[in-house]
């Protein structure tokens, strides 16, 4: 399922929540097609998260509506995709960093032993994580260059509450 297909319903965008006007994109002067920022695993992870952080309980509406709605957006092959960072090593981070504080692991959910086989599937021959822009584009998916630091730092420090 393409990220953007998801049915919307309170997703968060960076911005505003629910912008999913994509005919905008098509006005001559959008920013090479995205002139709005849409709802996104990522940022709505990043929500659930803090709201978990400060106290907020599992039945609240926000978080129990956020933490469903990231269970079923959750690609075929266990990532997610992030918008703020490339693309699906990060956007799977995002996402077990709103699981992990509600209290989900790979003993008790199935969701997180999908994503962290994802992550343990992309993890490079060297030992490191790597995800390039390419990326973007569904025929690239798998597309790594070489592993960076920043995609190792997204892709190992999940196992914590994976395992």
Not at 74 to 103: C, E, H, I, K, M
Not at 125 to 140: H, Q
């Amino acid at each position: 399922m393409d990220h953007r297909d998801a049915e919307p319903q309170r997703r968060l965008g960076a911005f505003d929540a629910d912008n999913t006007h994509y005919y905008l994109n098509h006005i001559p002067f959008a920013d090479h097609g995205a002139l709005l920022d849409p709802p996104t695993e990522d940022v709505t992870a990043r929500c659930v998260g803090f709201l978990l952080q400060a106290g907020y309980s599992m039945e609240h509406q926000s978080v129990a509506r956020g933490l469903d709605y990231l269970r079923r957006s959750q690609q075929p092959d266990g990532s997610w995709f992030g918008r703020w960072g490339t693309n699906y090593v990060y956007g799977t981070w995002s996402v077990l960093n709103a699981f992990v504080p509600a209290g989900e692991n790979a003993s008790n959910s199935e969701t997180i032993r999908r994503a962290v086989a994802y992550l343990l599937g992309f993890q490079q021959a060297d030992g490191g994580w790597g995800e390039d822009g390419g990326t973007y584009w569904d025929e690239r998916r798998g597309s790594c260059k070489a592993s960076t630091a920043s995609q190792t730092a997204w892709g190992a420090p999940r196992f914590d509450g994976g395992r």
